[in-house]
């Protein structure tokens, strides 16, 4: 398949097409103005040439035309000069002609009505030569004689068309000058517009060969966004691919302690199915922990915007069926409107482990109270329960908040790496209601 064309050679193409257009149009426009005023032009000095003959004619006692022997007009009076001359009186089939009209058969106009004045192009039937005519009926009275005159003059076209094709040539040379220097300059001008985007292809090529681990110029503001979501989403993606790394380096790590426990206690049969149940529980900790670690989505640049209203709602329902027994009161505090831009899965994991963290401890009460403060998503969860001994211990990786807790008792850590890989914050403290208090702050991608 044949690749397309270039974002260049489409704009170099297109301008070259326009550009066409546009000057064909426009040097069309120009000279049929340019011939429109040249004939009319012709057509006026025509018209001017028979005010002359109307100023030499005379009518004899007889009726007859005379005309004097010199005329205004020099080149009626030599024989081929390109402009004749004819007066014709109808009544008398009588006609005079120029000089110049001597040995040709020219198409004079001989029949109009008095006063009407005529323009045209004309055309020898014999040799097919063309003219531009001017014709004028007149009622032509002399004391008391009368005639009906005809006065037709005709000029060649070839001067006409000689004129034309010289400002023809001469204005497509120039327009065609002008328009190539426009589609060079314009070509410049194009290639110097896109060459930020041959920058960002030519950054994009490092980086797949690992020459470079983002793209680091500086671009118009047209391509800022693009090369700082398209830094954005390399950065997720090895953050993305560093957690993977990590966690199975810890999960590695981590279960090399409880399967040498269990290899210890092969000596021991009496006490083997304590420590299996034991270790058993303890690996279960480890892999989902380190697989909450993993899975974490991270900031979301390019995630959709998440309604969390529905998301705490539906957290709720479930803890109110799993601590059923101890009747808790779930004081949810969200604006229905309120949504974030977070992967619904690190929403429902965060979310779902401090509210379950919250139920597990709570006497009676457990509130959360959700917020935007800025470009910040606030999150604050509190319970009515002992609190926290040692904050700090808390968070730390695989510590349980009290083995006779049923759960896993890591949730707190999983919530720390899932803040961090959002590149928020996550504190502890003693909270009104007595317990303990979770804020978290998200900032936006």
């Known amino acids: 398949m044949k690749p397309p064309l270039s974002i260049r050679a489409r704009l170099v193409w297109a301008a070259f097409a326009v550009l066409l257009v546009f ?15 040249v004939r009319s032009q012709r ?11 109307m100023a030499g004619a005379e009518l004899n006692a007889r009726g007859t035309l005379v005309m004097p022997a010199a005329l205004a007009e020099p080149r009626l009076s030599l024989p081929d000069s390109g402009l004749y001359a004819n007066i ?17 058969d020219l198409p004079f106009v001989r029949q109009l009505a008095p006063g009407q004045w005529r323009f045209e192009t004309v055309s020898a039937e014999k040799t097919g030569r063309a003219f531009l005519a001017a014709s004028y009926a007149v009622k032509w009275s002399v004391n008391d004689r009368a005639a009906p005159l005809v006065f037709s003059v005709l000029e060649d076209m070839a001067a006409f068309d000689k004129e034309l094709q010289a400002f023809e040539r001469t204005l497509w040379r120039w327009l065609g000058g002008a328009g190539l220097l426009l589609l060079i300059t314009q070509t410049l001008l194009l290639r ?19 020459e470079q681990a983002r793209v680091e110029g500086s671009y118009p503001r047209e391509l800022a966004g693009l090369t700082h979501n398209l830094n954005g989403l390399m950065d997720q993606e090895r953050a993305r691919q560093t957690r993977y790394k990590d966690a199975l ?8 302690t409880p399967l040498a426990a269990l290899r210890a206690s092969l000596d021991a049969p009496g006490e083997l199915a304590a420590m299996v149940a034991q270790q058993v529980a303890r690996m279960d900790d480890i892999v989902v922990h380190q697989l909450g670690r993993a899975g974490a989505s991270g900031a979301a640049r390019f995630a959709p915007q ?21 009747h808790l009161v779930f004081a949810l505090d969200c604006p229905a409107d309120l949504s974030w831009r ?4 690190d929403a429902f994991e965060m979310l779902g482990n401090v509210l379950d963290n919250a139920a597990k401890w709570a006497r009676h009460t457990v509130s959360a109270r ?8 606030c999150i604050r969860v509190c319970d009515d329960g002992p609190g926290f001994a040692d904050p700090q211990a808390v968070l730390a990786r695989r510590v349980r908040l009290d083995e006779q807790v049923p759960g896993h008792g890591i949730g707190l850590a999983v919530v720390k790496d899932l803040v961090a890989s959002h590149q928020g914050e996550l504190t502890v403290c003693r909270a009104d209601l007595g317990g303990a208090q979770i804020d978290i702050a998200l900032h936006a991608a």
């Open 306 to 326: 998440l309604a969390l209203a529905p998301v705490l709602n539906r957290i709720r329902d479930t803890l109110a069926k799993v601590y059923l027994d101890k």
């Open 23 to 37: 000057l064909a149009g426009a040097g069309w426009a120009v000279q049929q103005a340019y011939t429109d005023s």
């Open 192 to 210: 110097w517009g896109l060459a930020p985007l041959g920058r960002v292809a030519r950054e994009i090529q490092r980086i797949e060969k690992g």
């Open 370 to 377: 959700l917020w935007v403060d800025g470009k910040r998503l």
């Open 249 to 256: 380096d810890d999960l590695a790590h981590s279960l090399k």
């Open 88 to 104: 014709a009186n109808p009544e008398k089939n009588e006609e005079w002609q120029s000089s110049s009209t001597l040995g040709l």
């Open 342 to 345: 977070i992967d619904e899965g």
């Open 43 to 53: 057509f006026a000095r025509l018209q001017t040439t028979i005010y002359l003959l």
